[in-house]
């Protein structure tokens, strides 16, 4: 059911969003099912809940979402939305207090042990261990997971030189620069060739070159068969690395679909950001919404001189754009720049979650 | 299905066990690594008690010449205890509120519990090797050490069930104690530990001082120090064999079961 054993270190080129969790299941060997339903999940959760002792309401409140073998799937919410809390429990360290959760159709609940060897795990936090150095956070991993000791270090070598830290085999972990230690967790969560592998917020606080560097390697990890469960607050890296994107906030599963449907489900296809001068921003929200073919407007950032709208347009933007820039000026308002543009899953995140600050 | 079934768990025994020694033999390897630091971490209190009361005192004639022969078996239980109790706690404390290291055997293919009694193992093995390495020390620094041979085999198991009991007082501490406390803690702690466990004097020549012998009565080490001074020296006064090896096991379970639980509830949210 799961990705074939040994296929992780022959990438192949990753096939295209849209039917890549389609080819996962020729992999599974099951002509007779053509639906995607059909193939045993990855990762199945089912109003899934979890309320900390002490806490007023639920950290997770009644989630669900299933992940097909082989596909990228990210969650995407806010702080403290309840991404974190859902991944410990899939990971088997937080205890669910209803609902239920798979991993490779195993239940965490019950039988934890079981889960743990088929899961690896990429924390929020480093928490490599700084007794030991790099190479050896790799092999006593891989002890206690029960891989034989002749094949440790040759896979430690191996995984260290696809993360690019051959020449940090030797160096504690306190002397690695953020980008290294989250490389080296990475490798570290594959040492035991898991089917799943979960990673909370893996590029928060990396620099550009580190992080298009994890978003690599996980892109190769899906397309070697590995089912990836990611969390992130960054639209862009959810956008690039998900085959699908649920939307999580106050515990909540808003909305879960590909980036590409998200994007196309919110109302209005594309924008028309305009910066005015003379005339209130509110008042203009409001009249620029009343225009023909507009889906929405808001105002994105309401200067001293000059404010920035952003319009929905149902449609193109430029048949829409001579009613929006006569409204301006029958407002009494001066448009000083036009840009036309794409939504984007921000957009989308935004218009479910709300812009207040948590 | 049966078959299946058994072969099955018959696995999962195996996989448990690998994680198990995976986990116990990185413990060890690191402490293997710092053994320098680790023995002189260990000796150096015992060695100067040792060399005070048993040498210095005596030769000046304020102690009993026949002192030492009481103080070393003593000095032996009170380092398989508190050696495993420090083994256990300190690193617990940090590990679970600040470095989270501990969190990839956590993760490993064995049960929280079996993470939890692995700590206890790994602390009586720090516990062990600080309790041995004191005997050489003993016969270096006093004149005259007679044991009873054939009181060893006891005195190991009396050995082995104390430090057991010292690392699960550890997996106590180590899970209960917030790390702005484990100073204090130790501070009131160890230290009484350290003068109720019966190390300096034997337990039934104290009665006169009641209250101090109540108190001594609910320290571990009391029956470490007590069992092995009735299979080592047996002249001395001391507990019967089956007291200490009763108690010392009754304090296994205990600090286990309240350890295991404390432990459980740290890696757990």
């Known amino acids: 059911m799961t990705a074939p054993p040994g296929n992780r270190h022959a990438p192949f080129p990753s096939p295209p969003v849209a039917w890549r969790h389609v080819s996962t299941e020729t992999r599974a060997a099951r002509p007779d099912s053509p639906a995607p339903d059909a193939v045993a999940p990855a990762v199945e959760v089912a109003d899934l809940v979890k309320r900390y002792p002490k806490a007023t309401s639920n950290a997770v409140d009644g989630i669900s979402f299933a992940v097909a073998p082989g596909e990228v799937f990210g969650l995407l919410g806010p702080n403290g939305a309840g991404k974190t809390t859902t991944i410990g429990v899939l990971t088997t360290r937080v205890r669910k207090t209803a609902g239920r959760a798979t991993v490779a159709g195993i239940d965490v609940a019950t039988d934890p042990v079981a889960a743990r060897s088929v899961l690896g795990v990429v924390p929020q936090r480093p928490n490599l261990d700084r007794s030991l150095d790099a190479k050896a956070n790799l092999v006593w991993h891989a002890a206690y997971h029960g891989v034989p000791r002749a094949e440790r270090g040759p896979l430690a070598d191996e995984l260290l030189e696809r993360m690019g830290l051959t020449d940090k085999a030797k160096t504690n972990p306190d002397e690695l620069s953020g980008g290294q230690a989250q490389r080296l967790i990475i490798a570290r969560g594959l040492m035991h060739d898991p089917q799943v592998l979960f990673l909370d917020e893996p590029s928060t606080g990396l620099d550009p070159q580190a992080r298009l560097f994890v978003h690599d390697r996980v892109a190769e990890l899906a397309a070697g068969g590995v089912t990836v469960v990611l969390t992130t607050h960054d639209m862009d890296e959810a956008a690039k690395l998900s085959d699908r994107v649920g939307i999580v906030d106050h515990g909540r599963l808003l909305a879960l679909d590909t980036p590409a449907a998200l994007v196309a489900g919110l109302s209005g296809s594309a924008t028309v950001d305009l910066d005015v001068v003379g005339s209130d921003p509110g008042t203009l929200r409001d009249r620029l919404s009343g225009v023909r073919g507009i889906a929405g407007a808001e105002v994105l950032d309401d200067g001293p001189a000059t404010a920035r709208m952003r319009v929905r347009v149902d449609g193109e933007a430029g048949a829409a754009l001579p009613g929006l820039l006569d409204e301006v000026v029958a407002a009494g308002g001066r448009v000083l720049d036009v840009a036309l543009g794409e939504p984007t899953l921000e957009d989308v995140f935004i218009d479910l979650t709300g812009r207040g600050l948590r | ?269």
């Open chain 2, 1 to 269: 299905m049966t078959i299946t079934t058994t072969t099955a768990t018959g696995l999962r025994r195996v996989a448990t066990g690998r994680a198990f020694l995976g986990v116990l033999g990185r413990d060890v390897a690191v402490t293997g690594r710092e053994f320098g630091s680790f023995l002189s971490q260990v000796l150096v209190q015992p060695f100067f008690l040792l060399f005070v009361f048993g040498k210095v005192l005596s030769q000046l004639g304020y102690i009993a010449p026949g002192y030492a022969q009481l103080l070393l078996p003593g000095l032996l239980a009170l380092n398989a205890f508190l050696v495993a109790v420090q083994a256990v706690a300190l690193p617990l404390v940090i590990d679970f509120s600040f470095t989270k290291e501990i969190e990839d055997r956590l993760l490993a293919p064995l049960s929280t519990r079996m993470v939890a009694v692995e700590k206890i193992v790994f602390g009586a093995v720090r516990g062990m090797i600080g309790s041995l390495v004191m005997i050489p020390v003993g016969y270096l620094v006093l004149d005259k050490v007679t044991w009873n041979v054939a009181g060893l085999p006891v005195s190991a198991v009396l050995l082995v069930l104390g430090a057991l009991a010292g690392g699960a007082a550890g997996l106590v501490i180590g899970t209960a104690v917030s790390p702005r406390r484990i100073n204090i803690v130790f501070a009131v702690v160890i230290t009484p530990l350290l003068f109720t466990g019966s190390t300096q004097f034997p337990f039934l020549q104290i009665s006169s001082l009641r209250w101090f012998q109540v108190i001594c009565a609910l320290n571990p080490i009391t029956y470490v120090s007590e069992g092995l001074r009735g299979a080592l020296t047996p002249q001395i006064p001391h507990l019967p064999t089956w007291v200490c090896l009763g108690a010392l096991v009754l304090s296994c379970l205990l600090f286990g079961a309240i350890g295991i639980q404390g432990f459980v509830r740290r890696a757990l949210d």
